[in-house]
């Protein structure tokens, strides 16, 4: 009798761990190619031009430049609440435009991610793409970043020729430009992401701002450029 309740407790163990574990991988908190808010992400940039990963008019005369990876919390963070008053403001204005550039700090998953942004950038929706791969990231380092959920987030920022980008998202064209930003970031004393910078007619070049400035640091480092 005794062996018999010791073998009913462990299986009702097993099943609650069981449980634990088909709720936490159907728990929607992200990294699979069952896209969210793909709607509410397609909206955010209505009306804004894009050119490659430049946000606004690219003739604006101050450019406010983010360097990040995809997979890293903190910048789905930053374009949560930190950047959106300034795409509202001065995106939208015309005072200054905003350019994303991959900083690849968290690992390997992070180059395929940028230059299948990249190559979204080249249909016209990069931003897009951004912004849906941010609101349905993964865990960092956890493999999430494979071609069926690039692909998903592909098709859900309305890239029309799907096969276009499929070729160019693995080109050692867009590798290189993932290298290139990630040695500027580097050049610039960036340790972390997201890390910003500025240039404008009254910045000396591309001028750093820093690592994870506030709203009003960015506000301010925009009105001192111009």
């Known amino acids: 009798m005794l062996q018999l309740a010791w073998a009913v407790a462990f299986l009702a163990l097993a099943g609650v761990v069981v449980l634990i574990v088909v709720n936490a ?30 946000l606004g008019n690219p003739a604006a005369p101050v450019r406010l430049v983010e360097y990040g990876d995809l997979q890293c919390p903190v910048c789905k963070g930053f374009s949560e609440e930190t950047v959106p008053p300034i795409i509202e403001n001065q995106v939208k204005k015309g005072e200054a435009s905003i350019e994303f550039r991959n900083f690849v700090i968290i690992g390997p998953e992070s180059v395929p991610a ?20 941010y609101r349905n ?49 580097e050049g610039l004393g960036f340790t972390g992401t997201p890390s ?21 640091d960015l506000e301010a480092a925009i009105a001192a450029a111009g």
């Open 25 to 54: 991988a159907s728990s929607g908190s992200g990294g699979d190619a069952e896209l969210e808010e793909v709607a509410a992400a397609n909206t955010v940039f209505r009306g804004i031009p894009q050119h490659r990963m430049v």
């Open 196 to 216: 910003f910078a500025v240039e404008g007619p009254q910045a000396e070049g591309l001028q750093s701002i820093g690592a994870a400035p506030s709203t009003g």
């Open 114 to 133: 940028g230059m299948a942004m990249l190559a979204a950038g080249e249909a016209g929706r990069g931003w897009n793409f951004l912004e849906i791969f």
């Open 137 to 185: 990231q993964g865990t960092e380092r956890s493999g999430y970043v494979s071609d069926e959920f690039l692909e998903a987030v592909g098709k859900a920022a309305g890239i029309e020729n799907l096969a276009k980008w499929n070729r160019a998202r693995k080109s050692k064209r867009l590798e290189a430009e993932v290298t290139r930003t990630t040695e500027e970031a």
